[in-house]
T-cell receptor
Framework: EAGVAQSPRYKIIEKRQSVAFWCNPI?????LYWYQQILGQGPKLLIQ????????DSQLPKDRFSAERLKGVDSTLKIQPAKLEDSAVYLC?????????????FGEGSRLTVL | SQQGEEDPQALSIQEGENATMNCSYK?????LQWYRQNSGRGLVHLIL?????REKHSGRLRVTLDTSKKSSSLLITASRAADTASYFC????????????FGKGTKLTVNP
């Protein structure tokens, strides 16, 4: 079974530029998450989708971050304009059911460096 | 916000020794999960323990949960160099949206 696919693996940009990350979850998984992991810290949830609807985006900095999950399958996370503090690994995860019953399956992450 | 806090932040042991990591959390939970992250990689699920369970085993892993103290521990027995990684606890808080909240992690180094 193919895992969660993310691209690009690495991205370096200047501050105020824009960047987009792509995620393809495990086939059939209804729930998709984007987490931000700053070096030395645990992942922080940015946004959670159930199919193509947003369940939780309370910690998403909406003035610069946006995310969509068209057709309830793959998803894109965009940052525009980027700030130095956005340097982090952006992790996508999916699960087949609601969290109360199961685990998350993570991709390898997209490492962003903002100069 | 971080719900779980792991202790210690870093742990260094010799191969063959046992490693114990602790996690404390703040609010009532549906379940608690432990994940492992090798350097530069994504997180991998290790074990899930529900709020009505007290102990769970999976291979060399043993997890305990004390809901009265809002704490959990992860024991890795007979550690191997390949166990070197960061370990995170994650909680599914009761009420609110079905999300998983991660702690800051324990960095385990197993020396050969």
């Amino acid at each position: 079974e193919a895992g969660v696919a993310q691209s690009p693996r690495y991205k370096i940009i200047e501050k105020r530029q824009s960047v987009a990350f792509w995620c393809n979850p495990i086939s059939g998984h209804a729930t998709l998450y984007w987490y931000q992991q700053i070096l030395g810290q645990g992942p922080k949830l940015l946004i959670q989708f159930q199919n193509n609807g947003v369940v939780d985006d309370s910690q998403l900095p909406k003035d610069r971050f946006s995310a969509e999950r068209l057709k309830g399958v793959d998803s894109t996370l965009k940052i525009q304009p980027a700030k130095l503090e956005d340097s982090a690994v952006y992790l996508c995860a999916s699960s087949p059911t609601l969290l109360a019953t199961g685990e998350l399956f993570f991709g390898e992450g997209s490492r962003l460096t903002v100069l | 916000s971080q719900q779980g806090e792991e202790d210690p932040q870093a742990l260094s042991i010799q191969e063959g020794e046992n490693a114990t990591m602790n996690c404390s959390y703040k609010t009532s939970i549906n379940n608690l999960q432990w994940y492992r992250q090798n350097s530069g990689r994504g997180l991998v699920h290790l074990i899930l323990i529900r709020s009505n369970e007290r102990e769970k085993h999976s291979g060399r892993l043993r997890v305990t949960l004390d809901t009265s103290k809002k704490s959990s521990s992860l024991l890795i027995t007979a550690s191997r160099a390949a166990d070197t990684a960061s370990y995170f606890c994650a909680t599914s808080p009761q009420g609110g949206s079905e999300k998983l909240v991660f702690g800051k992690g324990t960095k385990l180094t197993v020396n050969p």
